[in-house]
């Protein structure tokens, strides 16, 4: 496995102290805020694997949407600090570029239910006008669904792949729980009828789909996501 348990470690342990520090507690001075925001989201979701021996891939394109909940504590100098959570459904997965004169095709859908954990950091407006804001956090997922699409030219013939490998057609995703860390930039509109937000996120997995034991012939197998979300959201303060 590329991640070893100290690498892990050290990069949670970071993790949390930089979700800890961005979040400034009562104590520290500041403007305390208790405002509560709830909405929906919707966007598109553009995707790979991270895998290891390398399989040529391009990038496959999946639908996400959810739920969003927000609380914002404290505005600390010009920094509107809060936690957001979101409850999502998406489609990630990735399609293969297959160039060995067979003419096949191929691509695999995995559908997850996702749970990112944001430290959300605004600058701007808070009541009516535009704010900049990014979200940090990790985030992790449950797969619910997986499928298979074999396509092309008949009969379908795996042996002719580029180093060899093709143990993935037909394989069991053997871990359905994954986890890692995502971030987004993003600019939200509040007015009076409610907040809209425009989102590029990025996701990069820390878990892997196939087994990484000595024996497994997958020694990396990890997703990676690029999302463009919109959403809706309203305030109760």
Known sequence: MTYDQPTMKRFLSTLFILLVSVLPSRAQVGLHRNTFAFGGNIGIDHSQISVSPKIKQGMYLGKTFGITARYTSEKYFFLICA????????????????????????????????????????????????????????????????????????????????????????????????????????????TAIGNFIIEGRYYFGLSDIFGNTKTD??????????YAKVAYMFEIR
């Open 83 to 190: 936690a957001q959570i979101e409850a999502n459904f998406v489609e990630r997965g990735w399609r293969e570029e297959i160039e060995d004169g067979t003419g096949n095709e191929y691509n695999r859908r995995l559908t997850y239910v996702e749970i990112p954990f944001f430290a959300h950091l605004g600058i701007g407006r808070e009541a009516r006008g535009v704010q900049g804001f990014i979200n940090l956090g990790p985030q992790i997922g449950f797969l619910i669904r997986d499928k298979e699409n074999y396509g092309g030219m008949e009969p379908w013939d795996p042996s002719k792949r580029p180093n060899n490998v093709n143990v993935q057609y037909g394989k069991e995703i053997d871990h359905k729980l994954e986890y890692g860390i995502t971030g987004g930039l993003g600019i939200e509109l509040k």
């Open 217 to 226: 012939y997958f020694g990396r197998s990890a997703n990676t996501s690029i």
